[in-house]
């Protein structure tokens, strides 16, 4: 099955800093790549996602880039602020099976005023 | 919409009892997802109900169980309980199997003592 690895573990910033979570799966069939934030007490919300048809894709502050050839994906935070502190989660997941979702073990930014 | 609504919110059981959860979808999405939260597990994906039918099953014991009904509510019960399924439970839904985007409930959180 998938398997999805995720780092930092735990990544603390300056407010205005730039903050990259990187995450690498297993399986060459995942094509839809979304992240997720869940701040303390709740429940994980999607703020990007990114499919195996696009490189690279930018909402606002937030871009996502996939790299299929080394499976691997990213998540840049481009001048954080404090309430981007949150859990960040990448997850991977075959088209034809979207409600199976592999995640990784989560992120947890800091953004220090 | 009313977004994904989960109950109990919060539970409190002992070990050896069994528990039901509920899960009610966004109103049209007919898939329906579990996940498992654990700090030190992340999370775990535990079944997808599509059209009242399991269509994929994570890595749990059977004592892990749920179905799905015709208005595409779910329920998940756990048999048996044992200390390590202290966790916070969350169903996602999506329109349909090849919808990508899921969307939480706020999740129930189980405490097994």
């Known amino acids: 099955g998938e398997n999805v690895e995720q780092h930092p573990s735990t990544l603390s910033v300056q407010e205005g800093d730039s903050a990259v979570i990187k995450c690498t799966y297993s399986?060459?069939?995942?094509?839809?790549f979304p992240w997720y934030k869940q701040e303390l007490g709740k429940r994980p919300q999607l703020i990007i996602d990114?499919?195996?048809?696009?490189g690279e894709k930018k909402d606002q502050r937030i871009a996502v880039t996939l790299n299929k050839t080394a499976k691997h994906f990213s998540l840049h935070i481009t001048e954080t602020q404090p309430e981007d502190s949150a859990v960040y989660f990448c997850?991977?997941?075959?088209?034809?099976?979207?409600?199976?979702?592999?995640f990784g073990d989560g992120t947890t930014l800091t953004v220090k005023p | 919409k009313a977004g994904v609504t989960q109950t109990p919110r919060y539970l409190i059981k002992t070990r050896g009892q069994q528990v039901t959860l509920s899960c009610s979808p966004i109103?049209?999405?007919?898939?329906v997802s579990w996940y498992q939260q654990t700090p030190g597990q992340g999370l775990q994906f535990l079944f997808e109900?599509?059209?009242?039918?399991?269509?994929n099953k994570g890595n749990f014991p059977g004592r892990f169980s749920g179905r799905q009904f015709s208005n595409s509510r779910s329920e998940m019960n756990v048999s048996t309980l044992e200390l390590g399924d202290s966790a916070l439970y969350l169903c996602?839904?999506?329109?349909?199997?090849?919808?990508?985007?899921?969307?939480f409930g706020p999740g129930t959180r189980l405490l097994v003592l």
């Open positions: 996602a839904s999506s329109p349909d199997r090849l919808a990508e985007t899921q969307y």
């Open positions: 399986d060459s069939a995942s094509n839809y």
């Open positions: 990114i499919r195996s048809n696009v």
């Open positions: 997850a991977a997941s075959p088209n034809t099976n979207a409600g199976k979702s592999t």
């Open positions: 109103s049209g999405h007919r898939s």
């Open positions: 109900y599509f059209s009242e039918t399991q269509r």
